[in-house]
């Protein structure tokens, strides 16, 4: 199997992020529009501006007529700093950058070291467990907190810990108490996503040879215990970029929740007012510090390893297969089900004004909506609006994903391996800013980011079959590319790749409720589950019950969600998730 | 004679590291060829250049006197009609997915030889000594012994001219490695093909081939007949292979 | 709990006890639930080489991890495995600790594999010197670098890791780390069938002339291969397993000259059918 080299992959790295530059660089075209006129319905809301008012603004802004012109100039102009200025208020879009980013490396520097801590201290229990020869049972409190959502887990800390116990403030960013719970809201999941990772990695080890050797040496179960964890530890290093660049894409929701004047929240702002310099300078910013940290991981990678070589950087083997508990996702399957079952016999639309926000009873078992409208209804017919179009999203990127990875080739690995690592968050941003939010901005930023897994594991799967000693047989026997599709690559990697689309429409939901949530995807009086959430935080304080439809379904999603961690599918995720730690070795 | 298999001066490097270094080899037809060597000697790399999967840095391989170039999967289909491979690993070199008709068949479907392909497949099993009622069970279903006799099976269906051999025993349990290798020899006999076995194992050769070409260090260090290479070796890397050879104590009959 | 002594009579002597270095006595292994190992007597006497031959999926390499006490998970061992007295079938995990590496020393195929990629030989070779044998650290690099040398590596291998060694050298390492502790047993399961001919002429020179174990007896030796010639090469006696039965045991040259089981006999006529 061919693999990256440290320096394909930084290769690969800087490659994106240049045509990523390029791409954002672009974006005042790229809407088909002249930036001008936006300008001044950006400033304005006018519908026919005069043509004096146009020149005004582009000799105001320096505005470039020629697209090819223009993203040449951005450029240029941002490799000084110079990021130009918003259209909204004309304000240096490089300093409201350096002001909010402090702000934002504060928080995320705060939410890492929560997600590290709570990483490692859900993976010693699994690498105790694998030393004494015993299977992990940790990896269950790790995939439940790995599903959270953060704007979920932020609204419940707002509820739960802020509006009724009154131990933190809501909102605002005045002081370290206010750091508190978005830094939380913002680590644990990441935690248990990265303890998820550290999980997988350290079952993979115990089923490595050399722990039978060192066990047949005498060795004790902290020594052992100790070794696992630090190889895990080793094989994990790699990924922290894509993890920290899930906490970036994480805080736009949190410091919109929290109020926190912080870069997301202005990268979300200036989307929704389509301010595109801002947007633009704020996707450079996080592509640019995705890069480094990216950078830091693969260096880290390689001091880690030292002279232990290039064998150290071998995947670990495949852990065996698992039986695990199907109860608890079966159960979430079917609670869901009743539910919308329920709901949606129930009617979504009557508006009840006499019974705004009520509290649950007979008549509404979850209460109404700030409208009056009943909860379990909305619930319902948002369910199908959000997992429907999850679905059509997956089958989507099934085909997409199918297709790019069967074509092979290695010059797609590093740019796959990035592309990964996007958070659907900043796609939907730059799509919103485009084309304006709406459900269809938001499938179409989940389905942009979810076939590229898909593609990386066909890819993965379809190297595997080439590799075979029957491939390479029915080469020699004379099949041409057409019955070596067929007949050999399609049948080995349509199944599990169907899988793991399957698993994946929960996610994808979740995706699509995010950026509904962030009021990126449908509007705000849409049942959509993500709209829905933020509709009942406005009014938090008067009815903070209103919060729990949508946030149980959302939990509901995401134990959905983290299944395949433990479930039929524990192989192709566990191994795309390692994908990262195969750098260095044999081709 | 006019010779099968020509390859003359064959040269590869990978990372400018010389694997193969001026290798030449004739095979006429009804020979049967053992290419010695430890492994690191180039083996491998001599058996996908002969295989026209890849192509040699510098020299040429000419099958009765055409010359022989690799191409994309499903082209150079008359080379591909006239050269089989027998591969090492009866495990992996057979699709999990297919039944062991649709295995010996393949060759057949893929270079589309004309005639009655279930036929065949009958006649093929019946000439590996496999029992007609495995045709439609799957790899998995049988023993190591059994695969290889299927992967000669499908080998042999197109009818080659030439048998290539990849270490075929060595993967196999010591109780069948003869019986495998008997067969090969008796099969590429009776189908009139010459046979190139690949191997690191003097025993294997020795009991099948009658001439050796000895490899080392990418290069033909020895090469004649049986007999005289093995019998009185002329060079250390052959003494060096003899020596390796694991016999038996010497026990009063 | 004691297993029953042997008595054994030497020449000139009162008849004295002594304990057989290991002794199986109707040792099954089920693996979720089929027979795997079925009924298997052995003994191996204090500094004896025996041999245990068989294919692919005889069950040997499963007797192997059930003495040492690291059959995978799915796997079960019920009746004796006698150590020295000891009884190590349903032995604690804290008793086999203590027998691993100090009285059993194991070596297994792949060496690559076998050993940490993240650990240096030293370290290696520090687990058993240390936990088995007192050492503190000092010592134990030194007795780690003698040991090596003893195994024909240079003594400042203690700082290289696997991958900086070649194949031989990393078995040589294995074997090294499988007698730091003086074990009276040595187990080694296809010690050379991942190494070169070359190779593994030198590691079977080796494993005959192991250093002595903590008795000042010499170790030794449960040889497992699939390969007759090695075996018969290396042991005093032979034991032949197939489909989880061992079907014959006996001295090698007795057993070579007369084989009594089929599969026994199949694999001396294909030995010699192909001894060159």
Redesign the interface.
């Known amino acids: 199997m061919r693999a990256l080299t440290a320096t394909r992959r930084w290769a690969a790295l800087t490659a994106t992020a240049s045509g990523l530059a390029v791409l954002v660089a672009a974006l005042p075209w790229l809407r088909g529009d002249d930036p001008a006129r936006s300008v001044l319905r950006a400033r304005l809301g006018e519908r026919e501006p005069d043509p004096a008012a146009l020149a005004a603004v582009r000799s105001d802004l320096d505005l470039p007529a020629d697209p090819l012109q223009g993203a040449g100039q951005w450029l240029s102009r941002a490799v000084t700093g110079d990021l130009g200025r918003s259209w909204v208020d004309g304000a240096s879009v490089a300093d409201t950058l350096t002001n909010a980013a402090g702000v934002s490396a504060l928080l995320s520097g705060t939410a890492a070291t929560i997600a590290a801590i709570v990483g490692v201290l859900l993976a010693v229990p699994a690498a105790w467990a694998a030393a004494g020869r015993r299977r992990p049972r940790a990896g269950y409190a790790a995939a439940a907190l790995a599903a959270l959502p953060e704007f979920v887990l932020a609204a419940v800390l707002i509820t739960v810990v802020a509006v009724n116990w009154r131990l933190a403030p809501t909102a605002g960013w005045f002081g370290p108490t206010h750091l508190v719970l978005p830094a939380l809201s913002l680590g644990i999941p990441t935690g248990g996503l990265l303890a998820r990772l550290l999980t997988t990695a350290v079952e993979a080890t115990a089923a490595e040879p050399w722990v039978h050797t060192w066990r047949a040496a005498g060795s004790g179960r902290r020594e052992l215990a100790t070794a696992l964890l630090r190889r895990a530890i080793t094989a994990v290093v790699p990924q922290v970029a894509v993890l920290f660049v899930g906490v970036l894409g994480g805080a736009v929701a949190v410091e919109q929740l929290f109020a926190i004047p912080g870069l997301g929240r202005i990268a979300l702002h200036a989307s929704l007012a389509q301010d595109l310099p801002l947007v633009q300078g704020c996707v450079l910013f996080l592509v640019v510090t995705g890069v480094l940290v990216g950078g830091l991981g693969i260096t880290a990678h390689r001091l880690l390893i030292g002279p232990a070589g290039q064998a150290a950087g071998l995947i670990p083997a495949v852990p065996e297969h698992r039986h695990s508990p199907y109860a608890v996702p079966l159960t979430a399957a079917l609670l869901l089900t009743t539910v919308v079952g329920v709901g949606l016999l129930r009617d979504a639309e009557r508006v009840r004004l006499d019974q705004r926000l009520g509290s649950p009873s007979w008549d509404h078992p979850l209460g109404t909506d700030p409208v009056g409208r009943d909860v379990l209804a909305q619930l319902a017919h948002g369910a199908i609006l959000t997992v429907g179009t999850a679905a059509v999203v997956t089958v989507l990127s099934l085909l997409v994903g199918l297709a790019a990875g069967l074509r092979g080739g290695t010059a797609r690995t590093g740019t796959a391996d990035v592309l990964n690592a996007l958070p659907p968050v900043f796609v939907g941003l730059v799509i919103a800013a485009l084309a304006g939010p709406g459900l269809t901005a938001a499938a179409l930023a989940a389905a942009l980011v979810a076939w590229v897994p898909l593609a990386v594991h066909t890819r993965s799967l379809a190297e595997e079959v080439r590799a075979s000693g029957y491939y390479r047989a029915a080469e020699l026997c004379g099949a041409g590319p057409g019955r070596l599709l067929r007949r050999h690559l399609l049948p080995a990697v349509a199944g599990p790749v169907v899988l793991h689309a399957l698993a994946r429409v929960p996610a994808t939901a979740l995706t699509i409720a995010g950026l509904g949530f962030l009021g990126l995807g449908a509007g705000h009086d849409s049942p959509e589950w993500g709209a829905q959430l933020a509709a009942a935080v406005t009014y938090l304080e008067r009815a903070p019950l209103a919060v729990l439809g949508p946030v149980a379904g959302l939990g509901l999603l995401g134990v959905l969600a983290a299944t395949p961690g433990s479930g039929l599918l524990t192989r192709p995720p566990g191994r795309l998730l390692l994908r990262g730690l195969r750098p260095l070795h044999q081709r | 004679m006019t010779a099968l298999l020509t390859a003359t001066g064959l040269m590869k490097s990978y990372r400018s590291h010389p694997v193969l270094d001026g290798v030449g080899l004739t095979v006429h037809p009804g020979d049967r060829l053992g290419i010695l060597g430890a492994s690191g000697a180039g083996k491998s790399t001599l058996l996908r250049l002969l295989l026209a999967v890849e192509a040699p840095d510098r020299g040429e391989i000419h099958f009765r006197d055409q010359p022989v170039r690799p191409g994309r999967p499903g082209t150079l289909a008359w080379f591909r009609r006239a050269v089989q491979l027998v591969p090492q690993d009866p495990y992996g070199s057979l699709s999990p997915r297919m039944t062991v008709a649709e295995i010996i068949a393949e060759p057949l479907v893929c270079l589309r030889v004309p005639g009655d392909h279930t036929a065949r497949v009958r006649e093929l099993l019946a000439a590996v000594d496999l029992d007609p009622a495995l045709a439609g069970r799957r790899p998995a279903a049988l023993s190591g012994g059994q695969r290889q006799r299927v992967a000669v099976a499908r080998a042999l269906a197109p009818e080659p001219q030439l048998l290539i051999a990849d270490e075929p025993v060595s993967a196999l349990d010591a109780t069948v490695r003869v019986t495998v290798l008997d067969l090969l020899r008796e099969a590429s006999e009776r189908a009139g093909a010459a046979l190139v076995m690949v191997s690191h194992d003097v025993a294997a050769v020795r009991r099948i081939c009658t001439s050796v070409a000895v490899l080392h260090q990418g290069r033909i260090a020895e090469s004649g007949g049986v007999e005289d290479v093995l019998g009185r070796p002329g060079s250390q890397a052959t003494r060096d292979l003899l020596a390796a050879v694991p016999r038996l104590p010497s026990v009063p009959a | 709990m004691i297993a029953n002594p042997e008595p054994s009579t030497l020449p000139g002597m009162t008849t004295v006890i002594i304990f057989t270095m290991l002794k199986l006595s109707g040792l099954s292994i089920r693996l979720g639930g089929r027979l795997v190992v079925d009924d298997v007597n052995l003994t191996v006497e204090p500094g004896q080489t025996v041999g245990l031959i068989g ?2 999926g005889s069950g040997k390499t499963l007797t192997a991890l059930g003495v ?1 006490g ?1 059959l ?2 799915a796997a079960h061992a019920e009746g004796h495995i006698g150590l020295g007295g000891i009884e190590l079938c349903g032995a604690p ?1 804290r008793r086999l ?6 009285r ?3 070596v ?1 195929q ?1 060496a ?8 240096t030989i030293g370290r ?1 070779l520090c ?2 010197l240390r ?2 044998r007192g050492l503190n650290r000092r010592e134990a690099a030194r007795a780690a670098g003698d040991l090596l040398e003893r195994v024909g590596l240079a003594a400042d291998t203690v700082r290289a ?4 060694l070649s194949g031989g050298q990393r078995q040589r390492a ?1 074997i090294a ?2 007698v ?2 003086r074990p009276g047993l040595l187990i080694a399961d296809e010690p050379t069938s991942a190494l ?3 190779n ?2 030198g590691i079977l020179d080796l494993l005959r002339a192991l250093p002595p174990a903590a008795d000042g007896r010499p170790t030794a030796l449960l040889l497992i291969s ?5 075996v ?2 290396l042991c005093d006696r032979i034991a032949v397993m197939h489909d989880g039965c061992l079907v014959e045991q006996g001295d ?2 007795e057993l ?2 007369a084989p009594s089981h089929p ?1 026994t006999r ?11």
């Open positions: 294919g692919s040492l690291l995978p998970g995990e600790r203590q027998v691993r590496g100090c059993i020393g194991f297994g792949d690559l594999a076998a050993l940490n990629p993240l650990a290696h687990i058993p936990r088995h890791y696997p991958a900086q294995a780390l499988a730091a502790g070169d001919p070359p593994q002429a699939h390969d007759l010639a090695v018969a090469r090698t040259a070579i000259a599969y199949a694999l001396v006529a294909s030995a010699r059918a192909l001894a060159a």
